[in-house]
């Protein structure tokens, strides 16, 4: 079993960034590709990005490119997603997902992921 916590949501003003974490425990994710999803009230889960166990396969939402950056420390058990120059549709419940990694798969469907944190929540002003 793989625990997931994710932190570092908040409130940030239209513009800003915000760093989130993915602290995993109870195995280490080094095997595990992981994803970052999001969740606006009334609306599907939506992926956000996935990074592969050693980094060298990394994913985006086209909408997102350029301004949200995935990456990982296997050491620290974390995963990352930095958000930059924040809108305020980008306010969501945002969840981090872990699935042993295995090419080709896809990692944009969160049916893929067999671990979930609780989310953390990020509020966009305008």
């Known amino acids: 079993q793989v625990q997931l916590v994710e932190s570092g949501g908040g409130l940030v003003q239209a513009g800003g960034s915000l760093r989130l974490s993915c602290a995993a425990s109870?195995?280490?994710?080094?095997?595990?590709?992981m994803g970052w999803f999001r969740q606006a009230p009334g609306k599907e889960r939506e992926f956000v990005s996935a990074?592969?166990?050693?980094?060298?396969?990394?994913y985006y939402t086209e909408s997102l490119k350029g301004r949200f950056t995935i990456s990982r420390d296997n050491a620290k058990n974390t995963v990352y997603l930095q958000m930059n120059s924040l809108k305020p549709e980008d306010t969501a419940v945002y969840y981090c997902?872990?699935?042993?990694?295995?090419?080709?798969?896809?990692?944009?469907?969160?049916?893929?992921?067999?671990?979930w944190g609780q989310g953390t929540q990020v509020t966009v002003s305008s």
């Open positions: 997902a872990a699935v042993g990694d295995v090419v080709g798969r896809d990692y944009s469907r969160p049916y893929n992921y067999d671990y």
């Open positions: 109870g195995r280490t994710i080094s095997s595990y590709a």
């Open positions: 990074i592969s166990t050693n980094g060298g396969r990394i």
